[in-house]
Structures are given as C-alpha cells and as structure tokens.
C-alpha cells in the first residue's frame, strides 16, 4: 500500500523567513512524488514534481529514497505562499493513480 | 495549460434524487479521468479512476451503483451521485491525466453537493 504523510497540519512564518513543508512517503517501488498547491478559492493546481528537479515560484523538492522523504522548501517565504500544500504519490504498481497527504496550510505573516 | 472544467460549480437537492457532475478536458484529450471526494478540510480522497471506454475502477468502499461514472469520450467522464442522502453532501472534484503520471494531474475546480 502506499502512503504519504505530512506531519504539520499548520505553517506559520514570517514573511521573508525559510519554510519546509515535511513529507514521508511510503511505497514498495519506485515512486512519482508531487506537491501540488491549492490557494484560496482556487483549483489544485501542480507546483512541482521530482523527476523535473525544477525550481518553480523559488520553491524546491529534494526525494530522499533513504529517508523516503520530499519535502519542499523555500528559502525566504512571500505573503503571496499562502495556501493548502499537498504532497503526493504516484507508483505504476498503483495504476498512476495519486495518493495524497493530508496536507499543510502555510500561513505567511507579514 | 491543460484546462479541466466541471459543472455545476455547486448544487443543492433532494433526498433520493439523482446528481450528475460533467468533468471535462477543454484543450487536451485525457486517457484517464480521476474522481475525488474532499470534506471540509481534509485532504482529496480518490473514489475511482476512469478510462476512456472501459469501466472506471473504484476503490475500496466506494459503492459503484451509488456513484456512477461514465468516460464517454477523451474529453468528458461524467460522475452521477443517485439516490442522494445527506451523507454524499461533499466537495467533488475531478482530474484528468494524459499518457502516464507522470506529468501530473490537472484538476477541475471542484462541485459543491448539498443534499437536503
């Protein structure tokens, strides 16, 4: 079975300062990790996923097979980051088909 | 970007009646449709995935006669609710994927159910 996990239900940090969002992953192969960002009264939309290692909106995701992690980070947080964070999973085995973490709500104070 | 469109946005009805939610790829043919079911804030849980032209697979403990889904065509999966109850009020979204996922999902945005 697969399953992720976002420990931190709630984010909160000053405008300017770094954020990590946490996620643990578990699955029995080689995964397809997401994190995917819902802003207020708007869609789920894709914000980054590990096979591009790509940096997008100064957000980056590093997958650690060893600790079955991927978590996201930015270095220096903006007011406009402020929204529901999902992370997650995708495995052949499952089909592709997605399983998400329960989420982290980021709020960034200014 | 790939656009997926649902509707309606929101509907309320009756007990024991009938709802049917379109889910449909604006600019993109989806081989594959997905259909999630989300409570107020809590995370997206999939209830069944849907190809185009064969039956959609449904995950464990969601009823097939109770959520009906039909992928007519590359560009539209349609989601009924019948026999609605107060219990199947809920956020429903939809999501369409391309060849594999690994590009990711694009989601629609969502339909509010309200069933009195």
């Known amino acids: 079975a697969q399953r992720v996990t976002q420990p931190e239900k709630l984010l909160s940090v000053f405008k300017g300062a770094p954020v990590e969002l946490k996620c643990n992953y578990s699955?029995?192969?080689?995964?397809?990790l997401f994190w995917y960002v819902q802003y207020s009264r708007q869609r789920l939309q894709l914000l980054l996923r590990h096979i591009s290692r790509e940096s997008i909106k100064g957000f980056t995701a590093d997958l650690n097979k060893g600790e079955t992690s991927f978590h996201l980070k930015k270095p220096f947080a903006q007011e406009e980051d402020s929204a529901m964070y999902y992370c997650?999973?995708?495995?052949?085995?499952?089909?592709?088909?997605?399983?998400f973490g329960g989420g982290t709500r980021v709020l960034v104070k200014p | 970007g790939a656009v997926v469109s649902q509707h309606p946005s929101w509907v309320i009805c009756k007990s024991g009646t009938s709802v049917k939610i379109e889910c449909r790829s604006l600019d993109f043919q989806a081989t594959t449709m997905f259909w999630y079911r989300q409570f107020p804030k809590q995370s997206l849980m999939l209830m069944a995935t849907s190809n185009e032209g064969s039956k959609a697979t449904y995950e464990q403990g969601v009823e097939k006669d109770k959520f009906l889904i039909n992928h007519a065509s590359l560009t539209l999966s349609t989601l009924t609710v019948t026999s609605a109850h107060p219990e199947d009020s809920s956020f429903y979204i939809c999501?369409?994927?391309?060849?594999?996922?690994?590009?990711?999902?694009?989601f629609g945005p969502g339909t509010r159910l309200t069933v009195l």
């Open positions: 997650a999973l995708s495995g052949q085995a499952a089909g592709n088909k997605l399983t």
């Open positions: 699955y029995s192969g080689s995964p397809e």
């Open positions: 999501s369409a994927s391309t060849s594999g996922a690994h590009k990711g999902q694009f």
